[in-house]
C-alpha cells in the first residue's frame, strides 16, 4: 500500500494536477482571501462539482449572503443549482435564520452560539449523512454572534468538524495583502491542515486575481501565485 490519502478535488483545473489529486478527506481548508476574490464561488463550486461526479454529499453553511442570493449567484456562473442531485446532496443552511429564530424567542443574550452550530452539524450528519462542510464564513460567523473568545470557539469549532470526521472548507476574509497570517483571528491558519489563499492585484488598469496552495498537509504541491479564472463552459475554475 502507499497510504495514499482519499482526497476531494479542488475542481481548479490544472491545480488538482500538481497537488496530488486535491485536499485530503478530513483535513481542514482555508480558504482566504479579500472581498470579491471569490471564495464564495470556489467553496461552492468545490462541492457542486464533487456532488456532480458522485464523489459526496455536503453542507454549505452561508452568513455572508442569504440563502436565494447565494442561490442566485451560483445559478448566473452557469451551476444548475435545480439539479436534483444538487439539491438532495446539498444542504444549503443560512445561518442568519437560525439567529432570527433564536431572537424570537429571546434567547439571543445567553445562547452558545458556536454549541449551537455544532449541534445542528451534528443533526444534519446523523441524518442526511454528509462529509464536506464549506463554512462561509468564519469572520461573519463572529459578527453574529459577538462571541468574546474567537480564538478559544475556533479551536473549538475545529475540533468538533475532526471530530465528526468531516472535510472542512472555512472561508475566511483577509482585510489587506501586507498580513503574514491567513485569516482574522490569528490561530486559524496554524490550527487548519491546509490555506489556499485568493488574491487580487492591481496594475494600472486591470486586477488580476491569482491563487495559491500556501500548505496543505500530507500533499505534494506546487507553490506560487497563478492567475485563475471561472470557464463557464465546464462550470469550473481554472489556472492559465
Ligand atoms: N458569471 C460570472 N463569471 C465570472 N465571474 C463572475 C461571475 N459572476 C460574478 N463574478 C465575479 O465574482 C465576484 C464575486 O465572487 P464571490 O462572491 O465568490 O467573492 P467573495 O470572495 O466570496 O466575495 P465576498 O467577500 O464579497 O463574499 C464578483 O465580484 C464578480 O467579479
Ligand atoms: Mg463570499
Redesign the pocket.
Known sequence: MTGAKERIPTYITGLDEKMQGGIPKGHIVLLA?V????????GFSMLYNAVQEGKTSGIYVTL??GKDSLGS?MA???MDVQDPRVRSRIAIIDLADLRVQLDSKGMTDSVDWMGQLIKQLANYRDSIGFEVVVFDSLGAFFTLTKMENPRDEIFRFFEAIRRMGLTGIIIC?MMGEAKSQYGEFGIEDYLSDGVIHLTMERSDDFIQRKVSVVKMRHTDHILGYRPYR?D?SICKFRID
Request: zero cysteines; glycine letters at 22%; hydrophobic letters at 20%.
Open positions: 482571501g472581498s470579491g476574490s471569490m471564495k464564495s464561488s470556489l455572508e449572503q449567484h448566473g456562473m452557469g476574509e471561472w463557464s
